[in-house]
């Protein structure tokens, strides 16, 4: 692939990462927004149909980014520890930030999806408080799209 390309491909990552990550925190605003009562560690609240969809949005956006930095990045995977060993820096980048990139999928897409459900429109909620889920799952998307560049960066050059 030419490094327009590569430019172009990246920056469409970011914003589809930092437009998640908008929407996440977006999300906890408006669910911040709806009538709730709160006693000690017990909340109850209404659910927003806005918060439902912004996360909905985000979470789709962020896993639609993975989706296409995995594409794109390619498949190379060492299978053993001696391959590790005789890898180059850029590869040993290369997996350590997938790998990463990963993890923070599981984590921000978990958080994003918690948060979402506990918005859907059949239910009101009561129970522990869980804030902040959507916020962190935003912060997240950003993560993503850090990591993302430099796992397809450094996949492309190894």
Not at 46 to 62: N, T
Not at 85 to 101: F, G, H, V
Not at 107 to 129: A, E
Not at 144 to 154: A, D, P, Q
Request: proline residues 1%; glycine residues 8%; hydrophobic residues 50%.
């Amino acid at each position: 692939m030419n490094r327009g390309a590569g430019i172009f491909l990246c920056l469409l990552l970011v914003i589809m990462d930092i437009t998640a990550g908008i929407l996440g925190i977006e999300a906890e605003i408006a669910q911040n927004k709806v009538k709730h009562l709160r006693l000690w560690i017990f909340e109850c609240k209404d659910p927003s149909h806005k918060a439902f969809m912004l996360g909905l949005i985000a979470a789709v956006l962020l896993a639609l980014a993975h989706v296409i930095v995995n594409l794109l990045g390619g498949f190379n995977c060492l299978w053993s520890q001696q391959e590790v060993d005789k890898a180059s820096p850029n590869r040993q980048l290369s997996m350590a930030s997938l790998i990463l990139t990963w993890i923070v999928l599981a984590v921000g897409l978990s958080m994003l999806v918690i948060g979402t459900s506990s918005n859907k429109k059949s239910r009101g909620s009561c129970g522990f408080t869980h804030h902040h889920f959507l916020s962190i799952g935003g912060i997240l998307c950003f993560v993503h799209g850090l990591v993302s560049v430099v796992y397809y960066v450094s996949a492309t050059a190894s």
